[in-house]
Each structure stands twice: as structure tokens, then as C-alpha cells.
């Protein structure tokens, strides 16, 4: 009985604190929300609640080939952008976690520092830079810009997925005369498979998304989906821009999902 009263005290705070967590995360999500039946309204204007249901707008948006050639467009630089990623930043990780060389923590701050800088300014100096050596407003600076920006956290992914793996595996494969070659592709690999794939879905969703460094370095035909719909915000009020939000919205859910699935998966193991 005397415990009694402290444990009500406790559980009341606790659900509390739940339930003002919970009305945050609902004020939230409330606009996202909204934009789903926004997008079934089928009219021109833009309005909450539709007065009718309709699938007029995603309609518009698959035959309009501005809309569904610029989310093509963000798909291809996403998967070229993420493909390049891993190729780097996988290596680039195993580096930093197992190497010891002196510059290693700089390297380390130096690889995370586009999370740092503010992405307009590394959007200006991409855009400065990329129309100095001629390659502006084409798909191979949307890539590099890109890829800079979402190394990072295919780095911090593959690294954390290193630190929970046994070093003694890589030095039992040395001593079995096993190469570096082998190791890191037969041994180091496969224990990081969770970690390889979050990694690759957060670069590509983080690429997809991408609006601020695109805005800079795209051209009127390399735009992307966030552009183009930046640039419909800002010059015209287009209704299509609801049912596109409304998909952005589900595709990012689908990723976030796989992504805490797999992260549960990577610390089972």
C-alpha cells in the first residue's frame, strides 16, 4: 500500500507523456494526411474535403508527360546516384571502422561534412562549379550532387553495421591466407547485408527527394520530380501537385517501414 501511490503517480505521468507525444505527432502528420482525400477531390482548385471522389488528378499526372517524365527522371538520378554511393562509401566505411592511419578522424569529419553544411550552400557551389567545367544542368552533375549528399549516410549505415560484426572472423580468413580482396567480399560483406540494404533505400529515397541541391544544378530537361513541383508551387497553383504528394507521401511510408524492418532485423542478429 505505501509503494502504491508513487506507482499510480508513475504510470499517470507515463501515459501522459504518451499521450502528449502522440497528440505532437498527430498535429504533425495532420497536413500529410490531409493531402490524400485533397487528391481524390478530382477538381481544379484545391480543396479539404473534396466534394466528390475522383481519380481525375492521377489521372492528369500519367498522361502528362511533365509530371511522369520528371518522376522518371528522379527515379534513374536516384538509382545511377545510389549505385555510384555504394561503390564508394561501402569501401570508404570499411576504411575508417578497421583502418588505423593518421588522419582517420579528420577523414571521418570530412566524409560527414555535407550533413554539416546547409545544402543551399553546397547547391551554390555545385552549381558554380559544374558550369565551370561545362557539365551544368546535365544528368552527370544531378548524379555527383547527389552522391556527395548521400554518402554520408550510406557511410554512418555501413559503419554501424561494421562495429557489430567479430574483427576475429577478418583475422582468422588472414591467417588462412585468405586476400583483403576475399575477406572484405566473402567474409565482411555478407555479415553486413542488413546494413548494405538500409543504406541503399535511404540513398535512394534521400536522392528522390532531393529538391534544394537539384534546384541548382538541373536544367529545364534534366528536371526532377521535386523540382518540378517546386517550380509548380512557385509559378502556378497545379491541383496535380496533391496527388503527387499524396504518392511521395506512400512511397516514403513503404521505405520507412522496410527500412525499421530491417533494422530490427540487422540488431537481432
Do not use: C
Not at 507515463?14 to 502522440?22: D, M, N, V, Y
Request: proline share 6%.
Amino acid at each position: 500500500m505505501h509503494n502504491s501511490l508513487p506507482d499510480r503517480m508513475t504510470r499517470f505521468w507515463r501515459a501522459t507523456g504518451g499521450l502528449i507525444a502522440w497528440s505532437g505527432y498527430l498535429f504533425l502528420l495532420m497536413p500529410t494526411l490531409i493531402l490524400v482525400p485533397v487528391s481524390l477531390g478530382g477538381s481544379q482548385q484545391l480543396s479539404f474535403p473534396p466534394e466528390q471522389l475522383s481519380l481525375a488528378l492521377y489521372e492528369q499526372f500519367f498522361t502528362d508527360p511533365s509530371w511522369w517524365g520528371a518522376a522518371l527522371q528522379s527515379a534513374k538520378i536516384a538509382t545511377l546516384s545510389t549505385m555510384l554511393t555504394m561503390l564508394i562509401a561501402v569501401p570508404a566505411a570499411y576504411a575508417l571502422v578497421r583502418g588505423d592511419f593518421p588522419g582517420r578522424r579528420f577523414l571521418n569529419l570530412f566524409t560527414l561534412s555535407p550533413i554539416l553544411v546547409p545544402v543551399v550552400v553546397l547547391g551554390l557551389g555545385f552549381y558554380l562549379n559544374f558550369n565551370l567545367f561545362g557539365i551544368g544542368g546535365s544528368d552527370l552533375s544531378l548524379v555527383i550532387a547527389h552522391t556527395i549528399l548521400i554518402a554520408p549516410f550510406v557511410v554512418v549505415s555501413v559503419s554501424a553495421g561494421l562495429r557489430q560484426i567479430d574483427p576475429a572472423l577478418e583475422t582468422v580468413a588472414t591467417i588462412m591466407g585468405a586476400g583483403r580482396a576475399t575477406i572484405f567480399f566473402r567474409v565482411v560483406l555478407p555479415q553486413i547485408r542488413d546494413s548494405l540494404v538500409v543504406g541503399a533505400l535511404l540513398a535512394f529515397l534521400i536522392s528522390f527527394d532531393e529538391v534544394v541541391a537539384s534546384y541548382f544544378v538541373s536544367g529545364p530537361s534534366t528536371m526532377t520530380l521535386p523540382v518540378k513541383m517546386y517550380s509548380a508551387l512557385r509559378w502556378e497553383i497545379s491541383p496535380v501537385i496533391a496527388a503527387v504528394s499524396a504518392m511521395l507521401t506512400i512511397l516514403s511510408l513503404v521505405f520507412s517501414v522496410a527500412l525499421i524492418h530491417l533494422q530490427k532485423k540487422s540488431r537481432g542478429h
